[in-house]
């Protein structure tokens, strides 16, 4: 059963910075691909960075290429969502997902499992 457990929310004004935390058990994650997914209220939920966890190749969203960074280690099955330089726009509750697959992909129903999120508060 793999379960996946976000932290690292919380409230922050804007420009500054969270670490997000997302440990993983229940598999060897070395044929999946991790991604954050966010979702604000009244909206959909959206990809924000995903991560092959063999190899470590990443793909961003455009609105967070620069700000944000998608890492992990291997030693702790702990995938790491870096936020820098953040806006109002980036309050949401975080998802942390998984992907059994090799190919990343941004798309929410590709993802096969999902932790329950952490809140990100950015005040302006």
């Known amino acids: 059963q793999v379960q996946l457990v976000e932290s690292g929310g919380g409230l922050v004004q804007a420009g500054g910075s969270l670490r997000l935390s997302c440990v993983a058990s229940g598999r060897t994650f070395s044929s999946y691909v991790m991604g954050w997914f966010r979702q604000a209220p009244g909206k959909e939920r959206e990809f924000v960075a995903a991560?092959?966890?063999?190899?470590?190749?990443?793909d961003y969203a455009d609105s967070v290429k620069g700000r944000f960074t998608i890492s992990r280690d291997n030693a702790k099955n702990t995938m790491y969502l870096q936020m820098i330089s953040l806006k109002p726009e980036d309050a949401a509750v975080y998802y942390c997902?998984?992907?059994?697959?090799?190919?990343?992909?941004?798309?929410?129903?590709?993802?096969?499992?999902w932790g329950q999120g952490t809140q990100v508060t950015v005040s302006s």
């Open positions: 991560l092959r966890w063999s190899g470590g190749t990443t």
């Open positions: 997902a998984a992907r059994r697959s090799v190919l990343a992909v941004t798309t929410e129903r590709a993802y096969d499992y």
